[in-house]
């Protein structure tokens, strides 16, 4: 045992956090210095290394000292863990093809509404979905012998939504009606019923709100509301009407919207032409012919590219990326694009810094209250109603600390949401006019003069035109 001894004043041994990697480093430097690789082998596991030694790098240093006497080396490695593999939900369906919720579209692109394609119809107790458990990980081993826990796969879990059912022992979800599956807000998987009306909604049907999903086979005409949990679809056109679906909205004709009403969906929006309207899209709003002076907010993408695919007039929003042929007139009717800007985010953020404040202003008060409660109860005068209040306020500290850290957690996820302008993008496929705004973020660009085929996108502090590809 002389020999680890004679190294303590030489070598010194540390290991990485989760004691997966041990290094070497030399305390003392010395020309004369020796070591066998028996002698620095006992001296490792002296220094608790009883794992991995990598022989290789061990016999270099017997050989080579002076080749690492100034930095520090990895000189033993242990056995990574390896994470659990994460359950799932495994669908009889497949949901996430939005054309098996489209209606027929033919070779020449027309859309043949009374022809509707391969729904996900299901009968009344039929299999939905099952779940699938997580599969069990691997547990490591540091360089000290020790285990070094793996991540367990997490839990699935159903989406409950409307007319479906569960077993009791929560593995399987089956349809508790005949009807259409469909996903509305987070995922909720539902099964719904359809209604259809086979005209215009005018007077003689008055305004709907379905628990399902709507087809209208004629127009929306002003001043009537059609809301619906699943999807509406349109066969000829809408006015001033407000269309509300927790689903996607089909729109064949298109929207003269009058500045009145609005088009709302938490899925995506379709429609072959939009002029004075008002559109919000959880997703994807896609127009085949024009959008024209509306105001248009998507949660992903506005997508205006097809064989007109222009935009002209009003404020266009989109979470991620606007594509257009055309963007603005040679008259430099003034249109605004912006992109990486969701406007229900910064709402939010505002309102948690006010929650904040407000909470910050509210403990200090509990603060106080405790610190001359404390010192009662210190000096042995704490009367039994103080008493009470004491272990209230306590209560309430703890509430309130914890109502701070979840608002404080929402803020940064936030912000690190509004400053992700890697995918944001406007892409120009023919034109953009003067008196065209580009906006990026918190970055703005004005267009002073007509560029062809270009794209913006946040570069280095600023927004960037290149050329579009």
């Not at 005018?202 to 809301?227: C, E, P, Q, W």
Request: a negative charge.
């Amino acid at each position: 045992m002389t020999a680890p001894i004679a190294l303590e004043t030489y070598l010194d041994i540390t290991f990485s956090e989760d004691k997966s990697v041990a290094y070497l480093q030399f305390s003392k430097r010395s020309e004369d210095f020796e070591v066998t690789e028996e002698e620095l082998q006992l001296f490792l596991r002296s220094h608790q290394v009883q794992f991995g030694m990598d022989q290789a790098v061990l016999s270099r240093i017997c050989s080579h000292p002076q080749e690492y006497m100034f930095g520090r080396t990895a000189i033993a490695f242990g056995e990574q863990p390896v994470s659990g593999k994460d359950g799932r939900i495994e669908f009889a369906f497949n949901l996430r093809d939005d054309k098996e919720h489209r209606p027929l579209e033919t070779e020449d692109g027309r859309v043949d509404y009374k022809e509707l394609i391969s729904l996900n119809n299901v009968m009344k107790g039929q299999l939905i979905a099952k779940r699938i458990p997580p599969e069990p990980g691997k547990p490591g081993l540091s360089v000290t012998g020790e285990m070094i826990p793996f991540k367990p796969g997490k839990e699935a879990y159903f989406k409950v939504g409307k007319n479906v059912v569960v077993d009791p022992e929560n593995t399987a979800m089956y349809a508790a009606i005949d009807g259409l599956i469909a996903t509305t807000d987070k995922g909720k998987i539902n099964v719904f019923p359809v209604y259809e009306v086979n005209g215009d909604v005018d007077y003689s049907v008055g305004n709907i709100d379905f628990v399902g999903t709507v087809v209208i086979r004629g127009n929306v005409l002003t001043g009537f509301r059609v809301k619906a949990a699943g999807d509406i679809r349109v066969v000829g056109g809408v006015e001033g009407a407000e269309l509300e679906a927790e689903g996607a909205i089909e729109i064949t004709s298109g929207i003269i919207g009058y500045n009145k009403g609005y088009v709302k969906a938490g899925q995506h929006v379709k429609s072959s032409f939009i002029q004075d309207g008002n559109v919000i899209a959880g997703e994807d709003v896609i127009v085949s012919q024009s959008i024209m002076h509306s105001n248009i907010r998507a949660g992903r993408n506005v997508l205006c590219n097809a064989t007109k695919g222009l935009i002209v007039g009003g404020v266009i929003q989109a979470g991620e990326r606007v594509i257009a042929r055309t963007i603005g007139n040679s008259m430099s009717t003034m249109t605004t694009i912006e992109v990486g800007v969701l406007p229900e985010l910064r709402n939010e953020l505002a309102d948690l810094r006010g929650k904040i404040r407000q909470l910050v202003e509210a403990q200090d008060k509990t603060d106080k209250a405790l610190y001359l409660l404390n010192q009662l109860a210190a000096s042995g005068q704490l009367p039994p109603d103080k008493m009470a209040l004491r272990l209230k306020l306590n209560a309430t500290k703890k509430s309130n600390d914890r109502e701070q850290m979840e608002a404080k957690e929402r803020i940064l996820e936030i912000e690190k949401t509004l400053e992700d302008s890697v995918r944001a993008r406007v892409d120009v496929v023919k034109v953009v006019y003067g008196g065209s705004k580009i906006v990026i973020g918190r970055y703005t660009r004005f267009i002073k003069d007509p560029a062809e085929r270009v794209s913006f996108y946040y570069h280095d502090g600023d927004i960037t035109m290149a050329p579009y590809i």
